[in-house]
């Protein structure tokens, strides 16, 4: 068995690298045919941003900042069992049309948590993963009870289904390849795939999203 990491990532507009964003997914293979598998995750990945995941929700590129470049999307996988430093297996752009324009401080995101099913005498914590989904685009905000801010609700379904569309191609644990979690701790002879996912409705914080300052006041 293979295991693929596939990093998306996306540039920004101002040709700054650290104000880029990327997410990461683990799949599993049987190891037969990785160079086809690895063409497909990544197609798989582009595809979670790039198409609507059911209903009348955006797909997920529209739900991002203006200043995330979605026409360079970038998918580079990197086969785990290789040793280190690897080199992507594939690596391929993506032009998955436009963002959603103004957006909110590139630090606030939207998490998309997953799990495998649990399995007796496992810490479940080594179970679950999660991606930070953003940076986001200003019109996803809804002010609830008690003046509390929370996404919006069309944004919570269309990362939702967003995930069940991935777990819908890639799910089961019985094919190649396989959308699975991942964890350091159990090793690469020890994944699981994945079983189910959430979306919570509370706003995450990715400090290390913030932009470059480009200037400063003193005092």
């Known amino acids: 068995m293979s295991v ?5 990532s996306f540039p920004s507009l101002d040709g700054v690298v650290k104000n880029g964003v990327a997410n990461t997914f683990h799949f599993g293979t049987d190891g037969t045919d990785d160079d086809t598998d690895a063409n ?3 197609d798989g990945v ?8 059911g209903g009348t929700t955006l797909p997920l590129r529209q739900w991002m900042a203006g200043h995330i470049d979605t026409h360079h999307a970038r998918a580079r996988v990197y086969r785990l069992n290789d040793a280190e430093p690897r080199i992507p297996i594939h690596d391929e752009t993506y032009d998955l049309g436009a ?3 103004d957006g909110l401080p590139s ?12 399995v007796s005498g ?12 953003g940076p986001l685009r200003e019109a996803c905000t809804d002010l609830g009870a008690n003046q509390i801010i929370r996404p919006i609700a069309t944004l919570k379904e269309a990362l939702r289904s967003a995930g069940e569309r991935m777990l819908t191609i890639f ?13 350091p701790t159990l090793g690469l002879t020890n994944t699981r795939a994945v079983a189910s996912g959430w979306v919570d409705d509370a706003f995450d914080i990715q400090r290390r999203r913030g932009v470059q300052p480009t200037s400063r006041v003193t005092f």
């Open 171 to 183: 799910g089961g644990g019985g094919g190649s390849p396989s959308w699975i979690v991942y964890s």
């Open 46 to 53: 582009a595809d979670f941003y790039r198409i609507n995941g």
């Open 99 to 101: 963002n959603g324009g």
């Open 4 to 8: 693929l990491l596939v990093q998306m």
């Open 40 to 42: 497909l995750v990544a």
């Open 107 to 118: 630090e606030v995101a939207l998490v998309m948590s997953f799990k495998a099913a649990p």
């Open 122 to 133: 496992e810490n479940p914590r080594n179970r679950r993963n999660r991606i930070y989904f």
